[in-house]
């Protein structure tokens, strides 16, 4: 773990199994980034329990799926940093810190937030940590001083808080000029980097419903462990509401988007914009055919690994990496805690933590 290299820090809460708008949105660019970037992978399991603290069983199972996922996916516990939140205490001191940094009504303003709380039915009875969780998100990507955070669409307005929270510390307790540029803010004594996101391939998959973002709680979403019957059923459903092969289709539609991400042969997908645009003897079903078994090839060494590490053996697989990894982040975590206290005045005596194996 070469600390020449610039760093990364992204993540996943664990909600539910990882699926195909998270490979596409996400995992892929972590994967692609391994090499270049000196990674660190976030388990947000404090998170989990904004919207669910009842169901602590769910969240526990969750969270090794995740990792499992990682794994099977090409996430690297040999050359990146997997990292269990609730086991990083200086992601929660830092978050007390943000959090008087940030206007309350601004917190409350953040798109994602919002989006979320429409979404997924919160009301008005949301916890107290729900809306924290944003504040949250910032330590969580500030505590390991990353460069970028590649993340799908729907987080932009949470990082974009973070550059906000970063920037603010180092103005307030480092000095930092506020007419300083993003870029030269660790150069004039910032404790924080002002991290970019970096949006993958696919910024936003819509879900196999054709409307709305994929996602496990939409009951829209093709897993990474689906089988090919499961994936051609899925998409099967994808409406379009074209009604026959020489009727001119709309290629801009969600079925398209699909063909788009999942149909790695260029001239393959121009050839079906042509035909389906014209209308020229082409179904939707054959389409949904053609594009399922593309995704299929995509997941088919994914669900063979994953399949390796089903059980208690990929239980203890998973134990290791997670016990063995949260020695190496709180290295990282607790030097950016120690630096952020010394600039607050927070010093007056040093602690170290321990972690006995
Ligand atoms: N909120 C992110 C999501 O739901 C997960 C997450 C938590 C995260 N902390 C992060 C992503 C830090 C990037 C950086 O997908």
Redesign the pocket.
């Known amino acids: 773990m070469t600390t020449s290299k610039p760093r990364i820090?992204?993540?996943?809460?664990p909600t539910g199994q990882l699926h195909l708008g998270h490979l596409v949105g996400s995992l892929e660019s972590r994967v692609a980034l391994q090499d270049e970037y000196d990674c660190y992978f976030?388990i947000?399991n404090m998170?989990a329990y904004t919207t669910r603290a009842d169901k602590p069983e769910g969240i526990r199972q969750s969270t090794m799926d995740i990792v499992k996922d990682w794994l099977a996916v090409g996430m690297d516990p040999e050359r990146s940093v997997f990292v269990l939140q609730t086991e990083v205490p200086a992601i929660a001191e830092l978050t007390w810190f943000f959090a008087m940094l940030l206007p309350f009504n601004r917190v409350m303003k953040n798109p994602t937030l919002k989006t979320e709380i429409k979404d997924k039915d919160l009301g008005d009875t949301y916890s107290f940590g729900f809306p924290m969780?944003a504040v949250g998100?910032c330590a969580?990507?500030l505590s390991f001083r990353p460069q970028l955070?590649p993340?799908?669409e729907d987080?932009v307005a949470?990082i974009e808080m973070c550059r906000e929270a970063a920037r603010r510390f180092n103005q307030v307790y480092c000095g930092v000029d506020p007419h300083a540029e993003d870029h030269e803010h660790e150069s004039l004594g910032g404790v924080f980097p002002i991290p970019e996101a970096k949006v993958g391939r696919v910024g936003r998959l819509v879900g196999t419903d054709g409307k709305q973002k994929m996602s496990k709680s939409l009951n829209n979403a093709i897993f990474l462990t689906d089988t090919f019957k499961q994936i051609k059923k899925k998409m099967g459903q994808l409406y379009t509401g074209r009604q026959s092969l020489d009727e001119p289709g709309d290629i801009d539609n969600a079925l398209f988007d699909y063909v788009r991400a999942f149909i790695r042969d260029e001239a393959r997908v121009k050839e079906l914009e042509t035909k389906y645009a014209a209308g020229d003897n082409i179904g939707d079903g054959h389409i949904k055919v053609e594009v399922a078994e593309a995704i299929d090839q995509l997941l088919e060494p994914v669900r063979a690994k994953r399949a390796e590490l089903d059980g208690d053996k990929g239980d203890a697989i998973v134990l290791d990496i997670l016990r063995d990894h949260a020695n190496k982040a709180n290295a990282v975590a607790e030097e950016t805690l120690a630096r952020a206290k010394a600039a607050m005045k927070l010093d007056l005596i040093q602690r170290e933590l321990s972690f006995p194996r």
């Open positions: 820090l992204t993540g996943d809460t976030l947000a998170h969780y998100q969580d990507i955070v993340v799908g987080q949470h």
